[in-house]
Nanobody, 124 residues
Framework: QVQLAESGGGLVQAGGSLKPSCAVSGRTFSYLTMGWFRQAPGKEREFVASIRWTSGVTEYADSVKGRFTISRDLAKNTVYLQMSSLKPEDTAIYYC?????????????????WGQGTQVTVSS
């Protein structure tokens, strides 16, 4: 497993931006898939975005396409989630996740390591 440490959440007004980050340490990354998920109160954890560590191929949930961008910095072993045009419905705890290669990147079961989460609150 890898160790994940998120930071960069916070409180922002609707229409604003945030860029949480996830520092990755532990095993080699050559086959990792990295993902961001979120969980709002009373709701299930849902997929937000993913990126293949080596190729950089990305996928997004329909609800965030065009507003969020996932990226990684290979030198810093860090994954980012640039969030723009934020809406109140984006309010949730955002979790970073890592797992071995899997074609089903939207499933929580494809990931075996999780961060502690970072709170994102968007006010209207």
């Amino acid at each position: 497993q890898v160790q994940l440490a998120e930071s960069g959440g916070g409180l922002v007004q609707a229409g604003g931006s945030l860029k949480p980050s996830c520092a990755v340490s532990g095993r080699t990354f050559s086959y990792l898939t990295m993902g961001w998920f979120r969980q709002a109160p009373g709701k299930e954890r849902e997929f937000v975005a993913s990126i293949r560590w080596t190729s950089g191929v990305t996928e997004y949930a329909d609800s965030v396409k065009g507003r969020f961008t996932i990226s990684r910095d290979l030198a810093k072993n860090t994954v980012y989630l640039q969030m723009s045009s934020l809406k109140p419905e984006d309010t949730a705890i955002y979790y970073c996740a890592a797992g071995p290669y899997s074609p089903r990147v939207t499933l929580t079961s494809s990931y075996d390591s999780w961060g502690q989460g970072t709170q994102v609150t968007v006010s209207s």
